[in-house]
């Protein structure tokens, strides 16, 4: 009775899968990552992937806290809480105040801009092949729309942050790509930043698929990689070392990489398991 209450004791203490018994995820109102309404509610990708990981994890209580998507960071980086989040960019500044996984929780096409086709048209931009974001701003002074506090990989938040007298229109973070689409399709900004999945599902749910088209980055790599985050704490420290453990799992899975094809239209779902094929035979 003795030695069975003892190795309780000591799986409790040293067992992260039996002493972790809830992760608290932070989601926000952003399609197609998270959708919280209408006929798509929760088929968003990073909120199917976190149903993956409970399905992995039945011993672990999942709960949602939906936030404001400007204030995830400040959240994961308050230490008197725990909380975890899909779908990161990871930077050296970000890794001094949360934990991050090792294992990528999502991979997807790297940003693009959305224009008007009219746009592309009179510029004479050959459909599919990567532009320049600098030529367009600098030298084509074409007006660009950005969500506030979003990284979009260290070159580019560069490009954006150094190069002068550039036209920016920044929106607050909520609801700000949906806001930046319809003005984009009204043509009040010409260009629209983001990544080509956001671009497809809101150019489809407004009805705007025919006057909209999108091109990708000459200063953005092939692939973009998204981290599961966590409070910087001895809490956040287990949840980070489970979650990597399970990523690694669930993407041998074909439901992992549908979820990743989910909100891409056919050509641009070639695209992402042409690239993801690629990288693979490399390593």
């Excluded at 018994?21 to 088929?43: C, R, S, V």
């Excluded at 074409?142 to 920044?170: C, F, H, K, Q, V």
């Excluded at 979650?243 to 993407?251: A, F, S, T």
Aim: hydrophobic share 40%; net charge neutral.
């Amino acid at each position: 009775m003795l030695r069975a209450f003892t190795a309780a004791i000591i799986l409790y203490f040293f067992c992260p899968t039996l002493n972790a018994k809830t992760i608290n995820w932070l989601m926000h109102d952003f399609a197609p990552y998270y959708i919280l309404n209408g006929e798509n509610k929760h088929q968003g990708r990073d909120e199917s992937i976190i149903d993956l990981l409970e399905q992995q994890l039945p011993h672990i209580t999942f709960e949602r806290t939906i936030i404001p998507s400007g204030k995830v960071l400040q959240e994961l980086a308050n230490s008197s809480k725990n909380s975890c989040a899909l779908s990161l960019y990871k930077n050296e500044f970000r890794k001094e105040r949360i934990y991050f996984t090792e294992e990528s929780s999502t991979t997807g096409l790297s940003p693009s801009i959305a224009m008007h086709t009219s746009l592309s048209d009179s510029l004479q931009l050959p459909e599919a092949q990567p532009v320049s974001l600098l030529k367009l701003l600098a030298d084509d002074k074409l007006t660009l729309g950005i969500s506030m506090s979003r990284s979009y990989g260290r070159e580019i938040d560069t490009l954006i942050n150094t190069t002068p007298d550039i036209a920016l229109i920044i929106r607050p973070t909520r609801d700000s790509l949906a806001t930046l689409t319809y003005m984009l399709n009204l043509q009040r900004i010409d260009i629209l930043l983001g990544y080509p999945s956001e671009h497809y599902y809101l150019a489809k749910t407004m009805h705007f698929t025919e006057s909209l088209t999108q091109r990708p980055l000459t200063e953005a790599p092939a692939l973009s990689y998204g981290y599961i985050g966590c409070t910087k704490n001895k809490q956040g420290a287990e949840d980070i070392a489970l979650l990597n453990q399970q990523l690694k799992k669930i993407k041998q899975t074909q439901a992992y990489h549908s979820i990743l094809m989910r909100w891409l239209p056919e050509p641009l779902k070639a695209s992402l398991q042409a690239r993801m094929q690629a990288i693979k035979n490399a390593t």
